[in-house]
């Protein structure tokens, strides 16, 4: 066994594989310090390693486990959209053809799941057998106690069965027709086919915890805890929100404490996990469990927290617990955008935030914005600017961040008809102009890669040509380009994909994949939004009146 895997302390015992267990490979297309910090594949590696029906072996791109000669499931956990080159490099490593339609029946089923997946999987779907769509707690189960009912027989017969279980799609049971650049339909194969796929919600209160610590994560020997599962907030154009409600939350003392008393018999280090860990109703109560002696030694963090949630108790605790700062997502420092995007933050709230994480001993705050949401002009950025200066002024000695991403739509949003604005790219210049010489660490997120994420969020099955070229070209957005380039005639062009404001009546890609709220409510929330648009903004960019 690679070196690597005795570093791990294991949070569950694995079953011992039965003589007839499936021999199963789950991957993560990435090295392992990257995919052993994912809490996602930790999460499904040890509910998949505790069936003793099967015999799972990891693969990463640097390492893997003892691997069996002809795997009978394999399966990838994607969550950063560019690692789908890794995916294709992994199964010609395991000699599999990488487009699931030349895959025969000594093949083994490709399945996947995963936050990129559950959210746009056409550009990648025929490259899978298999896409499970969804929380993983129920439909994993499901979709192995599925498999077994149909080992033996032929590769469609086994797709067929497995279509019918609620939250697995099968890409290639589902026939897609276009005119140019638009689809015009997208129904299955035949009648016995389920015409939608629903995006499965799990309801249990004991969210996800480490399976395994190690000192080899990126985050080393951490423990984490999901605290909370979806937010919500709701602001437009959230996926972490949108795609994953309702929001849920852990229960504080049948689920959080043991999980984390557990854990930290390993390690003492925990990280609190979730798109907004500070909503939980019962949050004051954790930090206060967590603030006795006991917990001395332990090294907290938490990721971003809301805003109006920051009080001296979090920074105390934080600070105590060798957090030296704090993550808040502002977004602007326009109010119009703020309520176009539906964050519900008041300017003084933000301002009382740092000053209270100041007070409570923090050294530094981090907060995360974006340009380039619709309806954003060049004065919603002074705002930005303004407000940030202010801040600094009225909090000196914290160290203040301004972390800083373009508008990129998103499948299951109320954003998704949009397109990134091409004004986003001088806006993060003028930020970077404007912040650093007063004093602000400026992070921006590459323009380039928001428009690479956009080709992904917005793609539809045409562009598995193209990720197979740009593979070879390399992940710049030059090699996207040149791969459009050509392409040109066989796909839309990166225009379409990226830019373009799309009609609210146009079929979207993902239109046969249910997400958690109905098109009418998204379009709903659009409008909410646009009627925040001043005038000259409506015109151009409201969908509805397109
Ligand atoms: S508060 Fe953060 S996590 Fe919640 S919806 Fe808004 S952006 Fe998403």
Known sequence: ???????????????????????????????????????????????????????????????????????????????????????????????????????????????????????????????????????????????????????????????????????IYIPRLYQVEYDGDLITSILPIDSNIPSTITKQTYRGNTLSASTVVTEKAAWENIFMVEVVRSCPEMCRFCLASYLTLPFRVASIEESLIPAIDNGLKVTNRLGLLGASVTQHPEFPALLEHLAQPKYDDVRLSVSSVRTNTVTVQLAETLSKRDSKSLTIAVESGSKRIRKIVNKKLETDEIFQAAANAKAGGLKGLKLYGMVGIPGEDNDDVDQTVKMLRSLKKATPGLRLTFGCSSFVPKAHTPFQWFGVNKAADKRLKLLQKQLTPNGIEFRPESYNWSVIQAIISRGDRRLSHLLELTRNYGDSIGSFKRAFKELRGQVPDLDFYVHQTWDVSQILPWNHIIGPLPQPTLIKHLESATAQFDLVNSIDMNPINN
């Open 1 to 167: 066994m690679n070196p690597i895997f005795n570093a791990e302390h294991l949070l569950f015992t694995p079953a011992s594989p039965n003589r007839d267990a499936i021999p199963t490979i789950f991957a993560f297309p990435n090295t392992y310090t990257v995919g052993i910090t994912s809490l996602g594949y930790q999460v499904v590696w040890a509910t998949l390693a505790m069936r003793s029906d099967l015999d799972v072996s990891r693969l990463f791109t640097d390492v893997h486990e003892s691997l069996p000669r002809s795997p009978e499931l394999v399966g990838f956990s994607l969550s950063w959209e560019l690692d789908y080159v890794n995916i294709l490099n992994l199964l010609e490593f395991l000699e599999v053809p990488i487009r699931s339609d030349v895959r025969g029946d000594n093949d083994p089923l490709i399945f996947g799941g995963g936050p990129v997946l559950s959210a746009n999987a056409e550009p990648f779907a025929d490259f899978f057998d298999v896409i499970l769509v969804g929380d993983g707690e129920d439909l994993l189960g499901n979709f192995i106690t599925a498999y077994q009912q149909v080992r033996t027989a032929d590769r469609l017969t086994q797709l067929k069965h497995l279509a019918q279980v609620p939250g």
